[in-house]
């Protein structure tokens, strides 16, 4: 069973960063489409970027040119760094591998709170 979780959230001025990691267990993240998505209170869950199988990504509007995905394949694990935070990124933050058009299923971690305050 492949499992997914994150870590990394906290606290941080507006300006500041923080890097994100998603955890992959259970297979190699490359088998699946690895995405990062984010909820804020009162809001539809949003996507933030993903790393596609071939290593390629792609990023929202909202945070493209801030934030970068990469893979870690020692580690078997996805980090989502974020730079130039603003107040409008806090949210709980989610990770999910995804390769349901291959039959390998679509798993979610938990989620990783986000706080940007001053």
């Known amino acids: 069973q492949v499992q997914v979780a994150e870590s990394g959230g906290g606290s941080v001025q507006p300006g500041g960063s923080l890097r994100l990691s998603c955890a992959v267990s259970?297979?190699?993240?490359?088998?699946?489409?690895v995405g990062w998505y984010r909820e804020a209170p009162g809001k539809q869950r949003e996507f933030v970027g993903a790393?596609?199988?071939?290593?390629?990504?792609n990023y929202g509007d909202s945070v493209r040119g801030r934030f970068t995905i990469s893979g870690d394949s020692d580690k078997n694990t996805v980090y989502l760094q974020m730079n130039r935070l603003k107040l409008e990124d806090t949210a709980v933050y989610y990770c999910?591998?995804?390769?349901?058009?291959?039959?390998?299923?679509?798993?979610w971690g938990q989620g990783t709170q986000v706080t940007v305050s001053s």
């Open positions: 999910n591998a995804d390769a349901r058009w291959l039959g390998r299923g679509d798993f």
């Open positions: 259970g297979s190699s993240f490359s088998n699946y489409r």
């Open positions: 790393i596609h199988m071939g290593g390629s990504t």
